[in-house]
């Protein structure tokens, strides 16, 4: 019995042995697994430098186009702003053509309207004189007639065997403007640019008669006038777009040009 007992004992200690000695190390696949994956490591590192560096390629390429295409986009509209800026200097002087075309055309028309005057007037009026609706009238448009008082321009009227226009129609007020404004100077300012006429108040003030004492019926005042701002008891006619507010009453010994009116031959 005691070599039974023994005997299995012994058996048992033997397979123990037989068992350890033939198992196989626990961590064996594990171990070589982690030396699978370090060895993987180094790969994968650098296939990822060479993702990033594409990406850092295509990222520099990207942002060139960029600011090329910004540069181009700069550059078109600085031309657009060009084109734009060419367009308004080309239409300013497309009007300022136009208004010199009609202001020529204008030029025209007056003088072919002058035409039958200057024919006629060489026959009925004295040189230099323009004759209208059977009357001669001078206008003392030329540089050699120096401006001169009312007194003055009326003496000269006098010299020539006339007086001071005497404007007592619209129609002779629309053909006065009319003529002064085509001879205006546009360097001259409007205060100088007058004409004395036959008319004054200097008997009594705010009655207005012409030379001959007859009292003035219509006249063709500017806006505000006449005022008598600084004894002003004189009229004159200045070149204005509404020939029917022509007037402005001024000091008598203020220098202006002056238009004379005589009969006709």
């Known amino acids: 019995m005691e070599a039974s007992v023994f005997d299995s004992a012994y058996n048992k200690l033997i397979s123990q042995e037989d068992l350890s000695v033939d198992e196989p190390p626990r961590h064996s696949n594990q171990e070589k697994q982690q030396d699978n994956h370090l060895t993987d490591e180094p790969r994968k590192v650098e296939s990822i430098n060479r993702e990033l560096a594409t990406l850092h390629k295509t990222y520099n390429a990207a942002s060139q186009r960029r600011h090329e295409s910004q540069k181009r986009l ?4 600085r031309q657009q702003q060009i084109t734009k800026w060419q367009l308004e200097h080309q239409t300013i002087r497309s009007k300022d053509y136009k208004k010199q075309a009609d202001k020529i055309q204008l030029d025209i028309a007056v003088l072919k309207s002058h035409l039958p005057m200057l024919n006629e007037g060489c026959r009925r009026c004295s040189p230099g004189w323009t004759l209208i609706n059977s009357a001669c009238y001078f206008f003392s448009f030329s540089d050699r007639y120096s401006r001169r008082s009312w007194q003055e321009a009326r003496q000269f009227c006098n010299k020539h065997g006339s007086d001071l226009v005497v404007v007592d129609t619209s129609e002779k007020q629309m053909i006065i403007n009319q003529l002064i404004n085509h001879h205006q100077d546009p360097s001259m300012s409007i205060t100088q640019s007058g004409f004395w006429i ?13 030379l001959k004492g007859t009292r003035l019926i219509e006249g063709y005042w500017n806006d505000g006038e006449p005022n008598n701002s600084g004894n002003e008891n004189c009229a004159a006619t200045y070149p204005r777009d509404n020939p029917f507010k022509g007037w402005n009453d001024a000091p008598c010994s203020y220098n202006l040009k002056w238009i004379c009116e005589m009969p006709a031959n």
């Open 74 to 77: 700069a550059e078109e509209t």
């Open 198 to 210: 036959g008319l004054r108040d200097v008997e009594e003030e705010g009655v207005w008669r012409w």
